[in-house]
Structure formats: C-alpha cells, structure tokens
C-alpha cells in the first residue's frame, strides 16, 4: 500500500494531533523566549538596555519600547533610567506612534528640565507634533499637506520655535530652523487655500482679508504673491478700487512674473469695470461658458 493512500485511523489520530500540538506549543514558546527573554524576573539593568539598544539598531521599535519600558519599570533610579526615558521618545515616534512621543517628551522635560540633552527632547516633540495629524498611508503617499489641517503644524512651530530660543547653540537648531520655514510656508499656502475656496462661496471680503493676513505676516513666503492677487481680485470684486490698485501696483513691482500678471496688467475677468462675460455666456443668457470663480495658486500657474 502506498504511503499517499494510507489513512489515519481514529486511534491513531489522538496521538498526531497531540504531537502536532505540543510542537505548536514548544514552537510558540521558544518564539515568546526569543522576544521576551529580556523581561525574565533575573534580567539585569544592563542586558535589559543592552537588549533595548539592540532593538533600536535594528528598527524593531515594538520590541524596543518594551524593553524601555521594562529597564525604567524595574530600575526607575538606575544608571540607565534617564537615557531610556530619553529614547522612549524616539521608539514611540518610529513606531508611529506621536502622540506617544509628545507624552514621553513631555514627561522627560517636566522630570528633568536640566539634563544636559533635554534640547533632544524638545526636538522630538516638534517632529512627532508635526507629523501628529498624519495618517500611516500618507506618510508614503505624495499630498499636499496644505490641503490638511494646518493646527498641528502651528503646534509643531511652535515647539522648534521654544528648542530654537533657548538652545540656540543645540545641534538640533539648525535643522529646527530649516523646519520653521518649512512650516511656516506651510502655513501661507493654506491661508490661500482658504482664501480661494471663500472665492468659490462668493466671501469676496472674507477672502481679500485672508490674502492681507498672507502678506502681513508671512513675508518671505512663497505665498505673498498670491496673497497680494487675492487681495486685488477680492477688492475689485467688492468696488474697493484703491485698495484693489495698491494690491496691483504691489504684485506687478514684486511679483511680474505671476500667473495673474499679463504685460504688466493684473489678468483678470473681474474687472474695475466689472464681470467680463464671454459672447458665448452673452449670448446663451449666461448659461454656458459662465465665468469661473477666482482662484490662485502660482504653484500651479493658477490665476
């Protein structure tokens, strides 16, 4: 009889499962040994950082957080315990997990204002802060992140902007700075944003007010020159003609190559003279070709 066609009797099946299932279990055991070794009751303070680092070298941040956790639990007042409460922090932000790492920043900067590295943690809280209201999938995925909610970028200038004044001479400084500007040109382009979609809602003096807080107080950014368009369009619209005219006279001296800029003239159907409608929307009674909302984003050469 050949083996393929051989049958296990019920008898015989009790004893199989049984083996299968030990073997299951002494597998599982092993594997729980290998990744909670480290946790046994004798471990001591340096395996368990050792064991710790380890985890971190090879970006196994679960397993690290663990260990961590473990090391501090056991050994709150040992040699070892500042430093893990210290690389917490950066465990739980490789783990995804931000909102962890501002709760584990927070805690080693109110436990130990002092410590000679506590510029680290500040500069831990700003990156997890600012990649807070991310999701996992749009970390790898291209969006334009001035389309989101723009509070926790707010919340994350605001961290770089504490670590930056009081450790101005921190290695982390000059990145925190380069971040800043990130952030803040961040923050301009998503005044605009909200700018154009007033313009979509006929908030024509909701909109120019947004375009007058780009240009007050986010100069330098790439986003003034739309914000001086939206000012000039959102005042030609409303009849304010000389602050419509300011606008222009600003936008064509500083900005002449933006989209909205034809030969030195604001280009623009929403004229001082009024909507300037098609002969097609003329003369279909303004049923097609109607005129398009404004919007702007020189990005994109939009105008």
Known sequence: MSLISKRVTPLRRWPLLASLLSALLFMGGCANNDEEGEFSADSGEQQIYEEAQRYLNARNFDLSIRALQALESRYPFGRYAEQ????????????YSPEAAIEAADRFIRLHPQHP????????KGLSTATASQDFLARFTPTDKTLRDTSFAKEAFAEFSQLVTRFPDSPYAADAKSRMVYLRNLLARNEIHVANYYFRRGAYLAAANRGRYVVENFQRTPAVGDGLAVMAQGYLILGMDDLAQNAIDTLVLNYPDHPAVTNGEFDTVYTQDGLQRSI?????????????????????GIS
Not at 84 to 95: D, P
């Open 84 to 95: 893990a409460q210290l690389e917490l922090i950066y465990a739980h932000y490789g783990a």
């Open 117 to 124: 590295n506590v510029d680290y943690a500040y500069y831990m």
């Open 280 to 300: 097609i929307n003329k003369l279909s009674f303004g049923l097609f070709d109607p005129p398009k909302p404004p919007q702007f984003d020189s990005r994109r």
